[in-house]
């Protein structure tokens, strides 16, 4: 094992050997060697003792690691030797440390799919925005200098909201291997949204709704009955499209969402307006529908599932521009002005109510969402057939 001061010069003139591998050891600082290969390649290594045991830790390849900048490895090494820690072991952990692309697997497996109903959306960004940056680094070394370069990327893009969804899963995927001592701390700490998130106000007036129930008919049957279903009932997509033959009851009228379906995990009664009970019907006397009401023509055995092709079609054909959640919001919207308090449209919505009341209230507000939807329904008829509908307005009970 030869000693000698190393230098710079020396270095780069050092001969390879024919045949092994020859250590040379540099004088000052002690334990510094450079390990030169028959192909020429040059390793930089430290020798020194943990416990009484001698340990060997690799610093890096020369000319990638210059002398000086080995030499400062070592005396970093040698630190945390005298702070009783072993730096060799402390890189054996670091290499297996999970990646995020390993993070983010474990985080939709163990906790998005069980846990969230929208886990395929957060497959989706992850392995779009995500994964194809980080997904090889380790989770560790993500700053929040790197999650900021993410996020202004997107927003370079013109894709600020985007950024803001990028954000809050990245955040709840770290905050999750936080909580599983798979990472010590959160790069997202403190990062702010960029985009300016505006909410959506829009509710479509009569007119347009005369114009997309027509457009809804140049649509396939399921299709038609999703869009006018989603109007009718002012229910959410996933669990219109998840409605399923048990669930519903034609001879009462009523629709029961259970609650694995259902945003906030509280199963939901939905009465069924005469014009839903009319749709529903129809598609109960299509062949082979199985369980699901809306089947998908697609996938045997499943419902449907992506609309945003239909929906740019009813939006081509009645030019008028709107996203599937705004037909919840106008039938929300329409049923107010009607004169029917919030609190009934609120039960409709299966919105939570807040406060310690709910624990109390436990009338089901089945008399109200039935008059509600159903005079609902009767107007929506009124409109698109052109007919005088017959509301009868909410009459409010004494007290009230």
Request: glycine content about 6%; proline content about 6%; aromatic content about 8%.
């Amino acid at each position: 094992m030869p000693q000698m001061p190393f230098t710079a010069r020396w270095i780069e003139a050092v001969k390879p050997p024919a045949t092994g591998q020859v250590d040379y050891f540099d004088t000052h600082p002690p334990g510094v060697g450079l390990r030169v290969a028959p192909s020429g390649r040059k390793t930089w290594f430290l020798m020194y003792r943990y416990n009484g045991r001698l340990r060997r830790l690799t610093l890096g390849t020369y000319p990638v690691l210059s002398l000086a900048e080995a030499r400062q490895r070592a005396m970093t090494a040698r630190h945390t030797v005298a702070q009783g820690e072993d730096p060799a072991l402390h890189k054996q952990t670091l290499s297996q440390a999970p990646t995020v692309a390993t993070i983010a697997q474990h985080y939709l497996e163990l906790y998005a799919k069980v846990h969230k109903k929208s886990w395929r959306d957060d497959a989706r960004l992850l392995a779009k925005e995500v994964l194809p940056l980080w997904g090889t680094r380790k989770a560790y070394d993500i700053r929040r200098r790197d999650v900021i370069a993410l996020l202004d990327q997107l927003v370079e893009r013109g894709a600020p909201i985007q950024a803001n969804r990028v954000l809050a899963l990245v955040r709840k995927m770290f905050n999750w291997a936080v909580s599983r001592d798979l990472l010590d701390g959160n790069p997202c700490l403190q990062v702010k949204p960029p985009g300016k998130e505006q909410q959506r106000e829009r509710v479509l007036q009569d007119d347009e709704i005369r114009a997309v129930w027509a457009a809804f008919g140049q649509l396939s049957p399921v299709l038609e009955a999703y869009f006018k279903l989603r109007l009718l009932t002012a229910q959410r997509g996933g669990e219109v499209r998840s409605m399923q033959w048990e669930h519903v009851d034609l001879e009462t009228g009523w629709w029961t969402i259970p609650a694995s379906s259902t945003k906030n995990g509280l199963a939901h009664r939905v009465p069924l307006s005469l014009p839903a009970q009319d749709i529903v019907r129809t598609l109960s006397s299509t062949p082979g529908q199985g369980p699901w009401v809306l089947r998908s023509s697609r996938r045997v055995g499943h419902p449907i599932t992506s609309v945003h092709q239909a929906t740019q079609h009813v939006i081509a054909c009645s030019h008028v521009s709107f996203v599937p959640h705004d037909l919840r919001r106008t039938a929300a919207s329409h049923i107010t002005s009607m004169g029917f308090p919030r609190l009934v449209v609120a039960q409709i919505l299966n919105h939570v109510e807040p406060g310690v009341t709910k624990v109390y209230d436990r009338h089901s507000y089945d008399a109200e969402k039935r008059q509600a939807l159903g005079a609902w329904g009767r107007k929506v008829m009124a409109l698109v057939t052109g007919e005088t509908s017959k509301v009868i307005p909410w009459r409010r009970k004494d007290g009230e």
